[in-house]
């Protein structure tokens, strides 16, 4: 990143393959995987940006949270590189990475609401300002994008269950199933979403659906078109009104939370935020705040966020030491 605002490259290195046929990440893989792809993914990136290391003003990389196998990869391997090349290190918390991923080169008025929606998390937190987090509120149980793995891991529709959900609810009818939303007692800007993901289990059961379930699970990398073909129509309304009700809580809620605290914006990141059914859904919402989404693939996990997280921290001189510690249970804010 240039002034943190010009993308000047993005390398990914998906390891997606590697794990979907256990339907879900494995750590002891992914740490792997890290180790593999990390040399050659910095490599490409400071290419791509035709820039070398011995220009860069910082770099900076997720110490937390996550599976601490893989951040001790990229934590370690930064701190090499900055202290072979007397380079500062900046050490971002992943969910600062995805909320800042939101409004690059964008100056928002503060205080503003962001809506985390991962595969690990559910999280609201206010801004106060540039780069100063409170905690709202969070999920209690699971996370949305975890909800979405679970559901389809049980119908036998391939890991990372989001955008495959996402695209086949496109297809059905998002009312034919009245899921409800979950009673929560307490903080209002809490999350639920394991009775959901039963009450989904519980629709399934009550069905023949073994069949068609092993059918999709057979397809290696099923397109749309294949998967459509494998589900009848009453699994596919299932699974719009599944996903209907997860917009409707993560909007619903978020919506609220910033009312209640005055917010001035609303950012929404993470993976889910790719999600196509919920970007329509805030459309037709008649907020008086403005909405800030990341490009789509900015949404689902990559260095240009961290890039840009590590930014807001530069300006501020918020660098790390050499002896920075990977968290896997890092907060961002209490
Ligand atoms: O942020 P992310 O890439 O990794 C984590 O930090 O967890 O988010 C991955 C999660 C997965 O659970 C995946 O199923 C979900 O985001 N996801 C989606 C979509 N694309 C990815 N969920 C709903 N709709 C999508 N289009
Ligand atoms: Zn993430």
Redesign the pocket.
Known sequence: MEDGTKILSSSVASQLDAHRKYGGVVPELASREHVRAIVAIVREALEMANTRLEDLDAIAVTNGPGLVGSLLVGLTYAKALCFAHNIPLIGVH?LEG?IQAAIIGIDIEYPALALVA????THLFECLSEGKYRLEGRTRDDAA??A??KVSKLLGLGY????V??ALAAHGNPRAVRFTSPKLKGNLSDFSFSGLKTAVLRWTEARDLGAAIEARKRCHKPSIEQLLELTDQETIDMLASFQWLVIEELLNRAGRAATRIGAKALLIG???A???GLREAVKARRWDFPVYFPETKW???NGVMIAVAGYVRWKQKRFSGLDLKAQANLPLAQ
């Open positions: 992943h995805h991962s595969g690990g998390h994008g975890e979405y793995d990372p269950g989001g955008p959900i996402d993470g993976g889910v790719a999600n196509r949404s689902t996990d």
